[in-house]
């Protein structure tokens, strides 16, 4: 069984940046996509990034521009780079994996911005 295991969250001033990062126990090409999601208290659980097997990336239009999400295949690794952090970043935010339907999540990092 695949784990996803996410670290790098914690709290920011606005305007700052996190690196978050999201650690594969197999090759990350053996998943379709993988992506981040978040969600804030009292929300649903929203798509913030993905990129596909073959490299395609898409991003929620809220973050465009501020978020950056990149792999490592040496490093079985995911990363979303936040910049530029609003209040309305706060959240905490999940790694997704999915292979042929099935979805795999990490257990989440806190990302905490204050103004």
């Known amino acids: 069984q695949v784990q996803l295991v996410e670290s790098g969250g914690g709290l920011v001033q606005a305007g700052g940046s996190l690196r978050l990062s999201c650690a594969a126990s197999?090759?990350?090409?053996?998943?379709?996509?993988m992506g981040w999601y978040r969600q804030a208290p009292g929300k649903q659980r929203e798509l913030v990034a993905f990129?596909?097997?073959?490299?395609?990336?898409n991003y929620v239009d809220s973050v465009k521009g501020r978020f950056t999400i990149s792999r490592d295949s040496a490093k079985n690794t995911v990363y979303l780079q936040m910049n530029n952090l609003k209040s309305e970043d706060t959240a905490v935010y999940y790694c997704?994996?999915?292979?042929?339907?099935?979805?795999?999540w990490g257990q989440g990092t806190q990302v905490t911005v204050s103004s």
């Open positions: 197999r090759s990350i090409f053996m998943f379709n996509d």
């Open positions: 990129i596909t097997r073959l490299g395609s990336i």
């Open positions: 997704n994996a999915v292979r042929d339907g099935k979805q795999t």
